[in-house]
C-alpha cells in the first residue's frame, strides 16, 4: 500500500528498539519477527496491507486533533501544545488548577492554516469526542473553513500537582491532565547536614520469637526501633506486596501480583484491635494456631502455605467480631478512600480461593471485572470479599504503625519500602487492567554484558500509563509514602526502558528473543519526585550502578540518591574504591539479595550456584571469585583493616571500616552480615529457584538467628559501632 511505515518506522514511532548492543558493545539488528511481535502487542498493525492507524477518540469526529494523552513538565518549565481545530469553531483553553482556581491560557487572534507537512504537535492523537459532524471534508472548500492550528502556550509558573487542561471547540469540551513535578528532590535539612545509616533485609526472613513462622509489621517496628537505638536513621525492606493468594505463594517478593495490595501474611495477628473482644473459646482457638506457627520458627525455611493456613484461620475469627463504632467508620473511610481498586482486588482473591489461578482458567464471564457475573459473584460472596478488604485495610494500618514507632524512636527517615519492577504475569493487574498490558510479553532484565533473565512480570504498555494520566503509577508510589519515609524503586531503568520478551520465544536464550520498548521516563520521574516531595520523603534508585551513564546523569540530575555497591569487581580488585563513591548515594557492601560479605569471603556462596545452576559457566565463575576473594583481602590487608590470617568475623568488620570511608549520604548495613550468614539469601534476577527466597537470617553454622537474638549479638553490636562511628 502507499504511503505504508516501514517495519523500522513504526518501531521508531513507538519506541521499539531495531538494534541493541551486544556484550562486546556492538550494535546488532533485533530479529524482525521479534519487532513485529512486540509492535502487535502495543496494538500497532504492521502487516503491509494496513489502513493507516486512526487516531485515537470515542467516535464521531473529533474536533482538537493534537492533544496529548497526559502533560507532565517540571516546575518553571513552559510547554507549548500545537492543536489543529475546525475554523469556524469558537475555542477556548484553559488550566484548572488542583486547588480549583483557573488560568486562562491565551492562543492567537488569527488561526493559522497548517501547512502541507503538517503541525509540529506534542502528538498526532485525535481526542476522544461526542457528536458533531465534520465540517470540512468536501473537496475544494474554502479556507475560511479548512483546519486551523492554533498554538498554546502553558505558563512556567504554574505550581507543583495535578491540574487539568480544559480545550473547548466546537461544542465540545477535552480534557487533559497536567502534572507540574519538583525539577529536582531537596534532602531534608537534617538529613543534608549530617550523613545517615541504616539495615537492611527481606522482612520475611527476620523473624521474632512472637512471629508467626514468618517476618511481619511488628518485626520491622522491633528491627527498626532497635536500630534506631543505636542511632540507624532508616531500615530498608524488601516489597511487602501481596502475592497470589492460592498455594503455592510465590516466595520471590519482587513479582507480587499487585504493587497496590500489601501482603497480609505480614499482619502481626496478636495486634489486631479486635482481638481483645474474642470469646474465652476463640481466644483459645486463636492461641492453638498460634502455636502452630510459631514451631515453624524452627525452620529453615519460611514456609509461606503453612503460614498462611493458620494465620488466616485466626483472622477470619478476629474478622467476625462487631467492630466498635469507631473502627467501623475508620474501616468505611479507608473502603471509600480506596474504592478505585480494593473491592476489585478483593473480589479477585475470592475468585482465585474459588476456581484457582490463573484467571485464564475460569469461567469466561468470570474473566471481565466489569461483567454483570463477576458483579452476581461479589454480592453474593460479600462476606468473602469484605475479609479480604478488611486484611488490606489492618496490613496497611501496622504498617503505618511501624513507620511512627521507628520514627519515634529516633529515626531521620524510617522505613524504606523497595518497590518492584512490576507485578507477575497473571496475577490481579492483569486481570484488572487487561486492556493496560501487553498481551503474550513478559519484562525481562538485561545486563551490560547481554545476558537476559526472565523476570516473569507482565509487560505494561507504555500508552496506557499515559493514558489514564499515569494515575496508577501515581498511586503506586503514594500508597508506598503512606506506610514510610523513603522509597527505594528496584531495577529503575524500567523507567526508562524495558526488555519485553515475546512469550512463547522460539529462540534459545531471552536475549534474541526481545527488545528494549521506551517508557517516557520524564513523566515516571517526575511523579516520583512530586509524591516524595508532598510526602517529605526520600527517593532511592535501586540498581542504579547497572544502568547506562546517561541514566545515572540523569537521576543525578533530579536529584534521586543512587545506589552504590562497593563489593563490584569490576575494577579487577575485589571492591570499589570507597573514596570514589558518589556523594548523594546509598552505599553498602553488597544489595539485599546479593551472597553476604561472609560467604564472598569463604567462598561457600560457590557451591550452592553449582548447585542451584545459578551461573552458565560454573567454573569461570568459581576461578573468578577466588581471585575477588584473594584481590579483597590483600586490599584489606594493605589499608591496614585486618590482616590475611584474619578470622571471617574480623575480615567483615573490617569491610565495614572500609565501607565507612566512603563520602556517601546513606550507609547500609545488610542484616546477613550482622549475623555472618554464609548462605545465599536470594539471588538477584533469579526467578527460578524458589528455596533461594524461603530462607530466614541464620548464623556461620546456618542454625536460625531470631531477631530477638540479633538485638543482642556481640557480632551485630561489633559492626554497628563501625558505621556509627563515621555519621
Not at 564472598?600 to 550456584?609: F, K, P
Not at 569461570?620 to 590475611?644: I, M, W
Request: hydrophobic share 40%; net charge negative.
Amino acid at each position: 500500500m502507499p504511503g505504508t511505515p516501514s517495519l523500522t518506522e513504526l518501531a521508531n514511532a513507538h519506541g521499539v528498539a531495531t538494534h541493541v548492543r551486544d556484550g562486546s558493545g556492538r550494535a546488532r539488528a533485533v530479529a524482525p519477527e521479534v519487532v513485529e511481535a512486540v509492535l502487535t502487542s502495543l496494538g500497532v498493525e504492521c502487516s503491509e496491507d494496513a489502513a493507516p492507524s486512526a487516531d485515537r477518540h470515542d467516535g464521531g469526529t473529533p474536533s482538537v486533533v493534537g492533544l496529548p494523552d497526559a502533560l507532565v513538565l517540571r516546575e518553571s518549565w513552559t510547554r507549548r501544545v500545537t492543536l489543529t481545530v475546525p475554523a469556524t469553531a469558537e475555542f477556548e483553553a484553559r488550566i484548572v488548577l488542583e486547588d480549583g482556581s483557573i488560568v486562562p491560557l491565551d492562543h492567537d487572534d488569527e488561526l493559522d492554516a497548517p501547512s502541507d507537512t503538517g503541525s509540529e504537535s506534542e502528538g498526532e492523537d485525535e481526542d476522544k469526542s461526542e457528536g458533531g459532524e465534520d465540517e470540512s471534508d468536501a473537496a475544494g472548500e474554502s479556507d475560511s473553513t479548512s483546519p486551523q492550528v492554533v498554538d498554546l502556550d502553558l505558563p512556567g509558573d504554574l505550581p507543583l500537582g495535578y491540574h487539568e487542561l480544559q480545550v473547548s471547540a466546537g461544542g465540545r469540551r477535552h480534557v487533559r491532565p497536567v502534572v507540574v513535578t519538583p525539577a529536582t528532590m531537596t534532602l531534608p535539612p537534617d538529613l543534608a547536614a549530617k550523613r545517615g545509616w541504616g539495615v537492611a533485609g527481606q522482612l520475611y526472613a527476620v523473624r521474632s520469637d512472637r512471629s508467626w513462622g514468618i517476618g511481619d509489621a511488628a518485626d520491622l517496628a522491633e528491627l527498626g526501633t532497635w536500630a534506631a537505638r543505636s542511632g540507624a536513621d532508616y531500615v530498608n525492606v524488601g516489597p511487602v506486596n501481596a502475592a497470589d493468594p492460592v498455594p503455592t505463594i510465590d516466595p520471590n517478593p519482587y513479582r507480587p501480583a499487585s504493587r497496590t495490595a500489601l501482603d497480609p501474611l505480614a499482619i502481626r495477628v496478636e495486634e489486631v484491635t479486635e482481638i481483645g473482644y474474642l470469646s474465652a473459646a476463640e481466644h483459645q482457638l486463636v492461641e492453638w494456631h498460634g502455636d502452630d506457627a510459631r514451631r515453624l520458627n524452627l525452620t529453615d525455611e519460611v514456609d509461606r502455605d503453612a503460614v498462611w493456613e493458620s494465620k488466616r484461620a485466626a483472622l477470619r475469627m478476629i474478622f467476625n467480631v462487631e467492630r466498635s463504632h469507631r473502627r467501623r467508620r475508620d474501616f468505611g473511610h479507608f473502603v471509600e478512600s480506596e474504592a478505585g481498586w480494593l473491592f476489585d482486588y478483593a473480589t479477585w482473591c475470592v475468585i482465585a480461593l474459588k476456581h484457582g489461578l490463573p484467571a485464564s482458567t475460569w469461567p469466561e464471564e468470570l474473566q471481565n471485572p466489569r461483567s454483570p457475573e463477576v458483579a452476581a459473584f461479589r454480592e453474593e460472596h460479600a462476606d468473602d470479599v469484605e475479609f479480604e478488604a478488611w486484611l488490606q485495610w489492618v496490613a496497611g494500618a501496622q504498617f503505618a504503625d511501624a513507620q511512627r514507632e521507628v520514627k519515634a524512636a529516633g529515626m531521620r527517615i524510617g522505613v524504606m519500602h523497595d518497590i518492584a519492577p512490576g507485578v507477575i504475569d497473571g496475577g490481579f493487574e492483569e486481570w484488572a487492567w487487561p486492556e493496560a498490558f501487553a498481551a503474550d510479553m513478559r519484562l525481562g532484565a538485561r545486563a551490560a554484558d547481554g545476558t537476559v533473565v526472565d523476570l516473569g512480570l507482565a509487560a505494561m504498555k507504555p500508552s496506557a500509563l499515559a493514558e489514564n494520566g499515569y494515575a496508577q503509577w501515581r498511586d503506586i508510589v503514594r500508597r508506598t509514602l503512606a506506610r514510610s519515609g523513603a522509597l527505594r524503586m528496584e531495577r529503575i531503568g524500567t523507567l526508562f526502558r524495558q526488555w519485553w520478551i515475546p512469550q512463547p520465544s522460539a529462540a534459545e536464550n531471552a536475549a534474541d528473543a526481545g527488545t528494549y520498548v521506551q517508557f517516557d521516563h520524564e513523566a515516571l520521574i517526575g511523579i516520583l519526585l512530586l509524591e516524595a516531595h508532598r510526602a517529605g520523603a526520600l527517593v532511592v534508585a535501586g540498581d542504579e550502578d547497572e544502568t547506562e551513564p546517561w541514566i545515572r546523569d540523569y537521576l543525578a540530575e533530579r536529584g534521586v540518591v543512587s545506589s552504590a555497591v562497593l563489593l563490584d569487581d569490576t575494577e579487577g580488585s575485589g571492591s570499589r574504591d570507597p573514596k570514589k563513591l558518589p556523594e548523594l548515594a546509598m552505599t553498602s557492601l553488597g544489595a539485599k539479595d546479593a551472597p553476604p560479605s561472609a560467604a564472598l569471603l569463604t567462598g561457600s556462596h560457590l557451591e550452592e550456584a553449582r548447585r542451584y545452576g545459578l551461573r552458565d559457566d560454573h567454573a569461570a565463575y568459581e576461578k573468578r571469585a577466588e581471585k575477588r576473594r584473594e584481590a579483597l583481602v590483600e586490599a584489606l590487608a594493605a589499608r591496614g583493616l585486618t590482616t590475611p590470617r584474619a578470622s571471617v568475623e574480623d575480615q567483615v568488620g573490617a569491610l565495614h571500616r572500609y565501607l565507612a570511608s566512603a563520602p556517601s549520604l546513606l550507609l547500609t548495613v545488610r542484616v546477613a552480615d550482622l549475623v555472618g550468614d554464609q548462605r545465599i539469601v536470594g539471588e538477584h534476577g533469579v526467578t527460578h529457584v524458589h528455596a533461594l527466597w524461603r530462607r530466614p537470617v541464620a548464623g556461620p553454622d546456618e542454625s536460625g538467628v531470631s531477631l530477638d537474638d540479633l538485638m543482642t549479638s556481640r557480632r551485630a553490636k561489633r559492626v554497628i559501632r563501625v558505621v556509627r562511628a563515621r555519621s
